[in-house]
């Protein structure tokens, strides 16, 4: 139920968010402040959220990082994440923002193969 996050620029222009812990619903204003605060110092063309660290991700922690793309994305700044565990990775595939997070799908699972068996019998509920 922590989160720790540091900060650092890595070249010129780009800053790279590392995230240690939990990203949930008590944390994840902690990571909204952080990317805010490295979107209104300026000077930056790229920001990256490492998640090597990360241990556990929860939809309030999705929901900010898809955030995060779309004003990062109007203020013309790239933003993109790392180094997720393979299952914040299937996550990201198996609610459908891998991609629009800068990841590629995560090893056997893709956006059709889950809309496909969301649509069999099997899956639904009389």
């Known amino acids: 139920m922590s989160l720790s996050i540091q900060t650092r620029r890595r070249g010129d222009r ?3 968010i590392s ?5 949930d619903y008590a944390t994840a204003l902690d990571l909204r402040a ?3 605060a490295t979107l209104t110092a300026g000077d930056v063309d790229s920001v990256v959220v490492d998640l090597a660290g990360v241990t ?6 999705v929901g900010t990082l898809v955030v995060a793309t779309r004003i990062c994305n109007d203020l013309r700044v790239e933003f993109r994440v790392c180094d997720p565990n393979p299952f914040i990775a299937k996550l ?3 609610v459908g923002v891998a991609e629009m997070l800068g ?13 496909q068996r969301a649509k ?7």
Do not use: N, Y
């Not at 995230?19 to 990203?23: A, S, T």
């Not at 990841?103 to 809309?115: F, K, N, Y």
């Open 34 to 36: 952080a990317i805010s």
């Open 103 to 115: 990841l590629p799908p995560a090893p056997g699972v893709s956006p059709r193969t889950i809309r």
């Open 92 to 94: 990201f595939t198996v």
């Open 19 to 23: 995230l240690h812990g939990e990203v």
């Open 14 to 16: 780009e800053t790279v």
């Open 120 to 126: 069999s019998p099997a899956s639904q509920v009389a």
């Open 56 to 61: 556990f991700l929860d939809s309030t922690g």
